[in-house]
């Protein structure tokens, strides 16, 4: 095998309770998280990039992307060679579809479909658990995106379990209407305004509310919560003002992932028909460039 093309899906944070600070300065978190049918893709070659110290090289058909060795595609490519023994060169292209500054996921997923278009190259050689040690060292939500499908998140979101059975056919499968207004939001700057205001979920309370909707059999419009929201929204009141219309108009419950300013809201089924009606609420609201896309939580 010399080229492989892995899908890189986005992610929705459908609960995320931020619980504290550490001593390390991460914050601790307990989050359900799903990937979504829509999302970027990433193709690796092998190739002799023609420098010793960089084997690896990425092209993007987004300009405003970076490229160089801060990108978490090649950081990824770093760390999965050293953990393999690795000699051989890639190039990587992305065709990048999920917007920057958005919560949803794009960066820590294009490193993960990295590690396994370079272990599929190798053939191999890395095993499940040696993965998701390499994502975790990643980044913080890098290891979600290794199952595949609904999971739960612990401390600073390197700790992923499935979500059981039952509690994820709630999820798998549901339509979903991902949007975006034009600005992005900073997620550094949030979890510092988030230590600033202290606007912490005990994490008793986090447990609590996650194991009764795993145990329960209530849909998953009742999971859905954001500690998040509290510091965007308060700069940011398009955001509110947005999803309450979504609310009162159209009766969904619509949220932000992550922290922002990408929002979801979860479709009925029923009622296919308002979707052209949610899009047109939305970029009157946004502009006419806003994002909307339509795709199912996998």
């Known amino acids: ?39 970027d893709s990433l193709k690796a070659e092998r190739a002799d990039t023609g420098n010793i110290g960089k084997p690896f090289a990425l092209a993007c058909n987004d300009p405003a992307v970076p490229t160089d060795e801060g990108n978490l595609v ?20 992305l065709d990048k579809r999920i917007p920057m500054g958005a919560g949803l996921g794009g960066g820590s997923s294009n490193a993960v479909a990295a590690l396994r278009a370079l272990n599929a190259l190798a053939e191999r050689p890395l095993d499940a658990g040696t993965l998701e040690g390499l994502a975790a060292a990643i980044g913080s939500d890098c290891a979600l995106f290794l199952p595949g499908g ?44 988030l230590a600033a205001e202290q606007a912490y979920l005990p994490a008793e309370e986090a447990e609590a509310r996650l194991s009764a909707w795993v145990e329960g059999e209530a849909p998953a419009e009742d999971l859905l919560f954001n500690s998040m929201e509290k510091v965007a929204f ?38 296919p028909p308002i979707l052209e009606a949610l899009v047109a609420e939305i970029r009157g609201a946004w502009g006419p460039g806003a994002l909307a896309i339509k795709t199912e939580l996998a």
């Not at 890189?8 to 601790?28: C, E, M, Q, Y």
């Not at 090649?74 to 292209?93: H, I, N, P």
């Open 234 to 271: 308060a700069k940011f009141p398009a955001l509110p003002m947005l999803l309450e219309r979504l609310r009162s108009r159209f009766g969904l419950v619509a949220r932000m992932s992550g922290s922002g300013s990408g929002c979801f809201a979860l479709l009925p089924d029923h009622n």
């Open 1 to 39: 095998m010399n080229a492989v093309t892995i899908f890189s899906p986005a992610k929705i944070n459908l609960f995320l309770a931020v619980t504290g600070r550490r001593a390390d300065g991460f914050h601790d978190l307990l989050s359900v998280a799903a990937p979504l049918a829509w999302g």
């Open 150 to 193: 609904p999971v739960a998140m612990r401390g600073r979101g390197e700790r992923i379990v499935a979500l059981p059975a039952r509690a994820a056919s709630r999820l798998s499968g549901r339509s979903v209407l991902i949007f975006k207004p034009g600005f992005a939001i900073s997620t550094p700057w949030a979890y510092a305004r």
């Open 74 to 93: 090649l950081r990824a490519a770093r760390g999965f060679a050293q953990a393999a023994r690795s000699v051989g060169g890639a190039k990587f292209t």
